[in-house]
């Protein structure tokens, strides 16, 4: 079993839906929680990090961490076809430490 | 804007060729990735450096080295290449207690 567990996909969502995306994980001791997109032939782009347990905002982006279940979700509201992307979790146990990647979703939005 | 450059976007190599992948970085990073990127696989990690001179081997060493003779600069030696390394390479940087990594754009090696 890996260590972190993402739904490969594809996602395939009509513009303006609202989008979850979500991993699991099974080390207790991870406590950095990262969100990156990557589009077609690029690097993956941090997107969004989060501390522990709870939510955090940034524009039309939630991130959001169940420490208790071990699952974190990303939230994408009004979801654009320039959303159309691979997105990946990423977490450690550490700050700055070595990160543990999720497969990656790839999500498709139509318009 | 910081920066990790990969010097190529696209490689194609012949088998048993010697291959050079070079990564910079203009952030000041101390550690320094090579993953390699597959459909279906993911990232998995090649090879890391935490400083200059220092390389750690990742998941799957075998059949690469790394260079890392100057804190900025990453490099990825693929010594005799083989058509099994084709594919994605991704070069990442982080700052040690920084908020995750920083990615190059990829190069894409194709070996015939």
């Known amino acids: 079993q890996k260590e972190v567990e993402q739904d490969p996909g594809p996602l395939s969502v009509p513009e303006g839906a609202i989008v979850s995306l979500n991993c699991t994980y099974s080390?207790?001791?991870?406590?950095?929680f990262m969100w990156y997109r990557q589009y077609s032939r690029k690097g993956p782009e941090l997107l969004m990090y989060?501390?522990?347990?709870g939510n955090k905002e940034d524009g039309r982006f939630t991130a959001q961490v169940d420490k208790s279940s071990k699952y974190i979700s990303l939230f994408i509201r009004d979801s654009q076809p320039s959303d159309s992307a691979t997105y990946l979790c990423a977490m450690s146990s550490n700050a700055g430490n070595m990160l543990t990647f999720g497969g990656g979703t790839r999500l498709m939005v139509k318009p | 804007d910081v920066k990790v450059t990969q010097s190529s976007r696209y490689l194609v190599k012949r088998t048993g060729e010697k291959v050079f992948l070079e990564c910079v970085q203009d952030m000041d990073h101390e550690n320094m990735f090579w993953y390699r990127q597959d459909p279906g696989l993911g990232l998995r990690l090649i090879y890391f450096s935490y400083d200059v001179k220092m390389k750690e081997k990742g998941d799957i060493p075998e059949g690469y080295s790394v260079s890392r003779e100057k804190k900025e600069r990453f490099s990825l030696i693929l010594e005799s290449a083989s058509t099994n390394q084709t594919s994605m390479y991704l070069c990442?940087?982080?700052?040690?207690?920084?908020?995750?990594?920083?990615f190059g754009s990829g190069t894409r090696l194709t070996v015939v």
């Open positions: 990442a940087s982080s700052l040690t207690g920084g908020p995750g990594y920083t």
């Open positions: 989060t501390y522990s347990s």
């Open positions: 080390n207790s001791a991870f406590q950095y």
